[in-house]
T-cell receptor, first 108, second 116 residues
Framework: DAKTTQPNSMESNEEEPVHLPCNHS???????IHWYRQLPSQGPEYVIH???SNVNNRMASLAIAEDRKSSTLILHRATLRDAAVYYC?????????FGTGTSLTVIP | DAGVIQSPRHEVTEMGQEVTLRCKPI?????LFWYRQTMMRGLELLIY????????DSGMPEDRFSAKMPNASFSTLKIQPSEPRDSAVYFC??????????????FGQGTRLTVV
């Protein structure tokens, strides 16, 4: 599985956009890029995934670099409920190997 | 569906005792995963089942850990004998694997295990 690099922590003001970066320079051509998040005292939950094109869903947007060596999760308007650890996971198979993620703090 | 159900939610046991954690995956899902989370090591994948068959158990820390999936609706993770360093939150997750590599994993609420 591809190695990932994410900032340990980030802060955002409430109702402002947040861009969470992830470097995955060793990603293979068949790896999808998945993002999960873990709210305090909860299990991880799916956020979004993509392969090459940018993706949007009700929770977030995923911007994937043209060379696929990095991606950015975009929360368009951060709320207090978005405070969580965000994990970027490139994977080929059905298994997910979690790194250390980015701990997002949302400031009211 | 009620989601992935784990029991118990909390378990406190003495060192040397056997501990059994239980998981009911989402109905219809064919893949099941056991994870362990600690502050030091983060989220670790312990074992992965597909269609009730263990596919990859390379993450199981040692022989004291064993996992079974006797049917599609039930799995157990057993630690025998337990040690204080096994204290962690154990998560079970399930997904519907259609072979397209994009199956979303749904996680349970976890079992917080404390071994004293």
């Amino acid at each position: 599985d591809a190695k990932t690099t994410q900032p340990n922590s980030m802060e955002s003001n409430e109702e402002e956009p947040v861009h969470l970066p992830c470097n995955h320079s060793t990603i293979s051509g068949t790896d999808y890029i998945h993002w999960y998040r873990q709210l305090p005292s909860q299990g991880p939950e799916y956020v979004i995934h993509g392969l090459t094109s940018n993706v949007n869903n009700r929770m977030a947007s995923l911007a994937i670099a043209e060379d696929r060596k990095s991606s950015t999760l975009i929360l368009h308007r951060a709320t207090l409920r978005d405070a969580a650890v965000y994990y970027c996971i490139p994977n080929t198979g059905n298994q997910f190997y979690f790194g250390t993620g980015t701990s997002l703090t949302v400031i009211p | 569906d009620a989601g992935v159900i784990q029991s118990p939610r909390h378990e406190v046991t003495e060192m040397g005792q056997e501990v059994t954690l239980r998981c009911k995956p989402i109905s219809g899902h064919n893949s099941l995963f056991w994870y362990r989370q600690t502050m030091m090591r983060g989220l670790e994948l312990l074992i992965y089942f597909n269609n009730n068959v263990p596919i990859d158990d390379s993450g199981m820390p040692e022989d004291r850990f064993s996992a079974k999936m006797p049917n599609a609706s039930f799995s157990t993770l057993k630690i025998q004998p337990s040690e204080p360093r096994d204290s962690a939150v154990y998560f079970c997750a399930s997904s519907l694997d259609l072979g397209d590599r994009v199956a979303e994993a749904f996680f349970g609420q976890g079992t917080r295990l404390t071994v004293v």
